[in-house]
């Protein structure tokens, strides 16, 4: 699933520069994440780098967008397709 940022969001900005998919922009009163483009970090990191540096806690996963580590990997490829990722790549769903 997708993570979203609440009303919560303080504009710092902190989240935008961490995403490796460019899924985070400056909305009107808060910054937003393209669930289109948001793969929870799975690929990257074992966290979701959005929630990992906000001041205020206000990145959470959406629960309007569930989607599996398969299909959350699958996108990251899909996103970067000059990039490799191996068996073990980094997943916040993996045990």
Known sequence: MSFRITQDCNNCAACEPECPNNAISEGDDTF??????????????????????CPVDCCEPDPAHAESD???????????????????YPSRHKA
């Open 32 to 53: 937003v994440i393209n669930a289109a483009l948001c793969t929870e970090c799975v690929g990257f990191h074992g966290v979701a780098q959005c929630a990992a540096v």
């Open 70 to 88: 398969a299909e959350l990997i699958e996108r990251a490829k899909k996103i970067h397709p000059d990039k490799t990722f191996d068996a073990d």
